[in-house]
């Protein structure tokens, strides 16, 4: 036993030292949520557990270790090898994917989870990781024929408008990030812009169907815009700041009164107004409590990350492939964060995801940590800059 334990130190000492800079501001992510998880959560412990908020920070608590622990494995597993893994997980996620419409779980007004026993998960936080990396793989087999429509644009087209497709089904939004992750990675692994940019027109008129089918998401798309564009919608529901507009207008009172400095911590007020203050605007209470100079402290700490990844990690990977992940798990953690902030300020339409590390929440959580993981493998294995 003794023995194994050397050996196995002796194996984690040899290695390269993983990104700290990335481990830092996944710590600071992870530090902002705990404080504005524990703030916002008031409402759904009165809800759901007569007051006791702190049953709910310990299982916040519990799955940001997971996502931390998670984050740690991950970061010590050769890419290489998980990525001999893509795609029996890819299509694993699909199959899962298409579960959820027959035994899906409803939450927040979509079926988007699975539940065995007391565990639920989302499959769509699954397909996308699955997805990145399997895309990864094509484009680092193909770069000796990437500008071939039918050999290296048409086996990607499959399988990320399928991806795309399925997740869209429920989650529109995180189609579209995650369309937006893998087409900048195509980009990157020099697809013909031609090709992407009718893979970009495929992937709007999906999106024009998917809102035509659905007068929820219309309605978002309406509200966000002012103007009445869709037929299947109720003209009274979404210009009314009580209806569809309500969330919105919350988010932006609770960015308002946060000013520059804020309110102080544990002292909002909009987290009894908004839904889901916790997860969807948990920026918004955050801007509300620490103001201004808070909010930008905190998209500052994704830029950085953004940098990391893209200029340290992604830029002296030491195989096409790791170039490729670097890329596109950066952005999917990034465009995440970005995102979720537009949203709580106004300038993006409601779309419910949350922010990474930050957001309440479980399947998320973990596959962030998965992500960060690979990011921090490839560093472990980065050349440095001749």
Known sequence: MTQ????????????????????????VLCAVGVVAVYSAITFLAETRAGGDAEAFLWRHLVRVGLALGAMGVVS????????RFSKIALVGALGLLLAVQIVGVAAGGAERWIRIGAFGFQPSDLAKVALVFYVGVLLAQKQGYIKSFARSFLPLLFWILLTVGLIGM??????????????????VGRVSTVQLGGLALVGAGLA????????????????????????????EHVFDLQGEGYQAHQAQIAIAMGGLTGVGPGKSVQRDFLPAP??????????????LVGALGLLFVFCLLLFRGFLRIAR????????????????MVVLYGFIHAGVASGLLPVTGLPMPLVSYGGT????????????LNISRQVRPPA
Not at 212 to 235: I, K, Q, W
Not at 316 to 331: K, R
Not at 364 to 375: A, E, I, K
Request: proline share 4%; aromatic share 12%; net charge negative.
């Open 316 to 331: 002296h990977a030491p195989d096409p492939l790791g170039l490729f992940l670097g890329v596109g798990f950066t952005t």
């Open 278 to 291: 916790y997860n969807d605007f948990i920026f918004a209470i955050i801007a509300e409590e620490y103001g």
């Open 208 to 235: 024009l169907l998917m809102l035509m089918s659905s007068p929820n998401r219309a309605a978002r798309v309406e509200a966000y815009l002012g103007v009445d564009l869709f037929p299947h919608t109720n003209d």
């Open 170 to 187: 429920e989650d529109l939004s995180t189609a579209a990030v995650v369309l937006v992750a893998t087409m900048l990675m195509c980009f």
């Open 4 to 27: 194994a334990l050397s050996t196995f130190k002796q194996t984690l000492t040899r290695r390269a030292p993983a990104d700290k800079y990335v481990i830092w501001l996944a710590l």
């Open 76 to 83: 010590f597993v050769d890419y290489r090898m998980l990525a």
């Open 364 to 375: 998320s959580m973990v596959t962030t940590g998965l992500m960060l993981g690979v990011l």
